[in-house]
């Protein structure tokens, strides 16, 4: 059988093609320090390269949040759920689909949002419990796509918060990007400034990155989160119950902070803050205008 080899430049324009708006790639060897629970060759042990795509959260999803009139619509189906299970599942299986015709492996993964215990028994000695959950993260700062926020959420320079991610892992070794050196946040603190419910804890800050390029993170309480009335989205047991909060009182005041500083890319007629940011205590009752 004739020998083919994977072209990083093909991968990203095939992916570009169908609908991913970034792509990055990196040698698993960047990910062998997790320890096997998290490890990517935990769920593929032939793997060579890991491939990371996003696809855009639209800037306006989040117009209806910031102004407090639209908190259920916009945001939660074209900013998560239909954005992730349709249009993000759809190129991630293209793209897999494409490189099964070229006859490598690939093992397709969303980006979950999981710490938890494990969800049964290993299968042998030796194996993790199921189910390992690659953390996209640090996936994405190793593929050169971006950095964590002091707020924990992941930033881009052409989207900032914008966007949300999915992973592929292929048997096939691929030129590899640099991985992203932070450069994006610039510990502002607008974000643990913004939470109504002083959620963000910036005394608490601990590293969390590639080796060498890990980036100061803040504890986050995330009791208080799961009662936030700021934008928020208190996701179902299919998403670990985690808490959405790119649309949160403290995402939206990093997107304005990124804006306002010129560090993303993507630019637009009218800044995205155009009014002091309203605000809700636990219950809902509004504590500034």
């Known amino acids: 059988m004739e020998k083919i080899e994977m072209n990083a430049i093909e991968i990203k324009k095939k992916a570009a093609e169908f609908g991913a708006d970034l792509v990055g790639i990196s040698p698993i060897s960047r990910l062998a ?8 060759a935990s769920i593929f042990p032939q793997a060579e390269s890991l491939i990371v795509i996003a696809k855009r ?13 639209e908190l259920q619509s916009s945001f939660n189906h074209f900013g998560l759920y239909y954005l992730e299970d349709q249009y993000l599942a759809k190129t991630t299986y293209d793209l897999t689909i494409w490189f099964e015709s070229q006859g490598f492996e690939a093992v397709p993964m969303f980006a979950y949002d999981y710490s938890g ?29 971006g950095e964590i926020g002091r707020n924990g959420l992941f930033l881009t320079p052409e989207f900032g918060t914008l966007q949300r ?24 603190n607008a974000c643990a400034e913004a939470c109504p419910l002083n959620a963000i804890d910036t005394n608490n800050l601990n590293g969390k990155g590639i080796p060498g390029s890990e980036c100061d993170v803040a504890a986050i309480n995330k009791s208080l989160c799961a ?17 959405e909060r790119v649309g949160a009182a403290c995402g939206r005041a990093c997107l304005a902070a990124l804006e306002e500083k010129g560090l993303i890319k993507t630019k637009f007629r009218h800044q995205f803050r155009t009014a002091p940011a309203w605000g809700r205590d636990y219950l809902g009752e509004t504590i500034n205008n």
């Not at 320090?33 to 990517?40: A, F, I, M, V």
């Not at 991610?165 to 502002?188: G, Q, Y």
């Open 33 to 40: 320090h997790l320890p096997k629970e998290s490890n990517p």
């Open 57 to 69: 959260v639209p800037h306006g999803a989040l117009r209806g949040i910031e102004e407090g009139t």
């Open 117 to 145: 215990q494990a969800q049964a028994v290993p299968v042998a000695p030796g194996k993790p419990a199921p189910n390992v959950y690659v953390d996209y993260q640090l996936a994405a700062q190793a593929a050169g796509l």
């Open 165 to 188: 991610f999915a992973m592929l892992l292929t048997d096939e070794k691929i030129d590899a990007d640099d991985t992203f050196k932070p450069s994006l946040c610039k510990n502002c």
């Open 227 to 243: 009662k936030c009335k700021n934008g928020a989205v208190q996701c179902d047991e299919g998403r670990f119950y985690k808490t």
